[in-house]
């Protein structure tokens, strides 16, 4: 079956603009986490959906929103954006607690 | 305190031979569950292994085993028999929460693996 896929892969950004990213977990998951990966911070937690309601919240701030869709796809939006944005954004999916969690390929942005 | 701590930023084995990658983890709460990851230079973070809190045996999967010691709170993964493929970041991670749908998952900063021929 198909993998969680992200899109896009690459993005190139302004600082001060928003950007949208895609996920679509794997068939039958419905749990989507979204990390932002960094070389100095490592992986960080930014939020967790389940059946479209948000269900965990790391600590970032108000600009990094997200959604999750009937159909369990899921968005991630960050406004007004800031170089230090610039990051590899990891989406995963999971069918239960007990489970590891399957990630996309993820997008990578950079802010300049 | 941090929830996951990995203390070896790069670790060098030799091809054929196994490696004990370190694992300690933080947490108050009873059920919890601990993974490990495997992020190739692709970039691309692939499951490897899951050990419950209350899972009495070690977990194993293939050449992957995870060596559970739970009054010391570590949780690290032993890799058997290295290839050169196995060459990449690893990253331990725990689960808190509970099956009343509170989910966090914290990621340690991991541990950079080099397989030498």
């Known amino acids: 079956k198909a993998g969680v896929t992200q899109t896009p892969r690459y993005l190139i950004k302004t600082r001060g603009q928003q950007v949208t990213l895609s996920c679509s977990p794997i068939?039958?998951?419905?749990?989507v986490s979204w990390y932002q990966q960094t070389p100095g911070q490592g992986l960080q937690f930014l939020f967790e959906?389940?059946?479209?309601?948000?269900?965990n919240k790391g600590n970032f701030p108000g600009r990094f929103s997200g959604r999750q869709f009937s159909n369990s796809r899921s968005e991630m939006n960050v406004s007004t954006l800031e170089l230090g944005d610039s990051a590899l954004y990891l989406c995963?999916?999971?069918?239960?607690?007990?489970?590891?969690?399957?990630f996309g390929s993820g997008t990578r942005l950079t802010v300049v | 305190a941090q929830k996951i701590t990995q203390t070896q930023p790069g670790m060098f084995v030799q091809e054929k031979e196994a490696v004990t990658l370190d694992c300690t983890y933080d947490?108050?709460?009873?059920?919890?569950?601990l993974f490990w990851y495997k992020q190739p230079s692709s970039g691309e973070m692939i499951f490897l292994i899951y050990?419950?809190?209350?899972?009495?045996q070690n977990a194993t999967e293939g050449r992957y085993s995870l060596n559970f010691q739970k009054a010391r709170k570590s949780a690290n993964l032993v890799i058997s028999a290295s290839q050169l493929g196995d060459s990449a970041m690893y990253f331990c991670?725990?689960?808190?929460?509970?099956?009343?749908?509170?989910?966090?998952?914290?990621f340690g900063i991991g541990t950079k693996l080099q397989v030498i021929p």
């Open positions: 050990q419950g809190s209350y899972d009495e």
């Open positions: 959906y389940f059946s479209e309601t948000q269900r």
């Open positions: 995963a999916s999971s069918s239960g607690l007990n489970y590891g969690y399957t």
């Open positions: 991670a725990m689960r808190e929460g509970n099956s009343g749908g509170y989910q966090k998952v914290t």
């Open positions: 068939s039958g998951h419905r749990s």
């Open positions: 947490t108050s709460d009873q059920s919890y569950g």
